[in-house]
């Protein structure tokens, strides 16, 4: 499980993009050259890296003519490997290019597929493609700390540190256990008197105190709702599963079960860390372009493991569910220089009324900025603010006894100064964007009990499991306008 070559890619507005950082390890490389052959196909060089990404990401110039095969909106990316096309279209290609984007940046990765290249094999099945994925997430963790966004100094300074960096956590392009260190300069270049503690082959922990095993499930809502019989709405859940162990000496060995209800549907697109000791065939290959039926597997879900010392990815997944956990309904009416307003927000009987926040955020794009507000709102409370056009609705931590929400009434532009701009936002076209989350629950009704984590240790730890619900890209387009919408054949 080796990478043959890695990348950051930064595409600020108003500067030319390009490549901050590259490395490509000749001894990975002459493998792959050996396993493919004839089909062997070359990295090409740092210059034309950039416009390769941004084409596959579809962040290319909007001034750029049309082209089918790469602005096609039917084109969505379900998973983080894409194929880079070197000689063009219909020419020779990578696979699989492993991309992490954060703000401006973009982490990419080229795994080495120890199989032929064709005919491909299945994602899920390769390790190497796991193991990239948490080589970039913990360089992006190290470039871009807990704020997300470092101050471009301080990315220089990270950025120069890289080098040193991988001969610590990727030796010879093989990555380890053994994550980077998020938002800090590694000990080879910047040495403290009492040394880093590391991780020696055996993985020796050095955690002191209380031993603790901590599960948390998290699952991520996206919605696509158009209020149209014409438009499909859309919906999908990712799940992800993260967990640490402290445990003091040799950490122990660790068997953690996912489960769903009786009638739950099944998980699908599972992706697990390297850790990972063996795995049910069954479980890998359920995949969400196949028709779900009876034989479809579903669970328990056991993953056996060797844990790192620190936080990880245990493993990933998606669930198809039958409904969105808040169904809407948004109109707008224009008249003159005011628009009329009404939002219906129901919360389905399926999900638990409890919240730790929920907000409703409707921006008002290509107007001038906003006049008197007359709107009223059934439930919770309503927060102005004009010099962005923008109403905050905050529902608090419950919705009604009824599961309903409402708001109405009418915002005035009298203003003469012109406010925020969206090209695809003209006319009546506008959404509301929710935010939520809901602790102790997920959507799919997948769980870990504490009962189930098994810890093969004289230690005894506590075992912590908690999950959760957050939303992600939840819209509600308004139904008397227009709205962006892929094919109607493409899953959101």
Same mark, same amino acid.
């Given at each position: ?29 002459? @493998? ?11 990295? !090409? ?46 020419? @020779? ?62 990315? &220089?300074?990270?950025?120069? %540190? ?12 093989? !990555? ?31 955690? @002191? ?6 599960? %948390?499930?998290?699952?991520?809502? @996206? ?11 859309? $919906? ?38 390297? *850790? ?10 359920? *995949? ?7 034989? %479809? ?17 245990? *493993? ?7 409904? !969105? ?32 926040? *929920? ?58 100064? &012109? ?57 509600? $387009? ?5 709205? !962006? ?5 493409? %899953?959101?």
């Amino acid at each position: 499980m080796s990478i043959r070559a890695l990348w950051v890619v930064s595409h600020e507005k108003g500067e030319s993009v390009k490549v901050r950082f590259s490395r490509r390890f000749p001894t990975v490389e002459f @493998r792959a050259k050996s396993l493919a052959g004839v089909q062997y196909v070359s990295v !090409p060089e740092d210059r034309v890296i950039p416009q390769l990404l941004l084409t596959e990401l579809g962040l290319v110039d909007a001034d750029k003519p049309y082209v089918d095969a790469r602005d096609d909106c039917a084109r969505q990316h379900r998973s983080p490997a894409v194929e880079l096309r070197v000689d063009g279209s219909g020419g @020779r290609t990578l696979w699989p290019v492993l991309i992490v984007t954060q703000g401006a940046l973009i982490l990419a990765c080229l795994p080495l597929v120890e199989a032929p290249p064709e005919p491909r094999p299945p994602l899920p099945s390769l390790a190497s493609v796991s193991q990239g994925l948490a080589l970039l997430s913990g360089l992006q963790d190290f470039l871009c700390g807990p704020g997300g966004k470092p101050e471009p100094d301080v990315l &220089a300074s990270r950025l120069a %540190a890289l080098p040193s960096l991988l001969l610590q956590v990727c030796p010879l392009g093989r !990555p380890l256990d053994t994550p980077p260190p998020a938002g800090s300069v590694p000990v080879a270049v910047s040495p403290s008197p009492g040394g880093a503690q590391k991780q020696p082959a055996w993985k020796a922990g050095v955690h @002191r105190g209380r031993a603790v095993v901590s599960v %948390a499930l998290s699952e991520k809502v @996206r919605s696509m709702q158009y209020g149209k019989s014409s438009r499909q709405d859309l $919906w999908d859940v990712y799940g992800m599963v993260m967990c640490k162990c402290e445990v003091e000496g040799v950490l122990p060995n660790v068997t953690v079960t996912l489960t769903l209800p009786p009638n739950g549907s099944p998980l699908l697109d599972i992706l697990v860390h390297p *850790c990972v000791t063996s795995l049910d065939a069954s479980i890998l290959t359920a *995949c969400s372009v196949d028709e779900n039926d009876g034989s %479809a597997f579903s669970g328990p879900y056991k993953f056996p493991f060797s844990p790192p010392l620190e936080l990880f990815r245990l *493993c990933s997944y998606t669930s198809q569910v039958p409904v !969105p956990p808040i169904l809407g309904s948004y109109q707008l009416k224009a008249e003159e220089n005011h628009l009329k307003i009404n939002v219906v927000l129901k919360l389905h009987e399926s999900v638990k009324n409890s919240f730790e926040y *929920c907000e409703a955020h409707l921006p008002f794009f290509n107007k001038n900025l906003m006049g008197s507000v007359e709107v009223k709102v059934s439930s919770g409370q309503l927060e102005v603010s004009k010099e962005k056009n923008l109403l905050v609705w905050v529902l608090g931590q419950k919705f009604p006894k009824a599961r309903e929400a409402t708001l109405e009434g009418t915002i005035h532009f009298s203003g003469t100064v &012109a406010g925020p701009t969206d090209p695809l936002c003209t006319g009546l076209s506008a959404y509301i964007k929710l935010y939520f989350r809901v602790p102790d629950l997920t959507l799919s009704g997948c769980c870990v009990d504490q009962h189930s984590v098994q810890v093969y240790s004289s230690a005894k730890p506590r075992i912590v499991t908690t999950r959760e619900l957050v939303s992600s890209e939840y819209y509600i $387009w308004n139904s008397t306008g227009d709205a !962006p919408v892929s094919s109607g054949l493409t %899953a959101l």
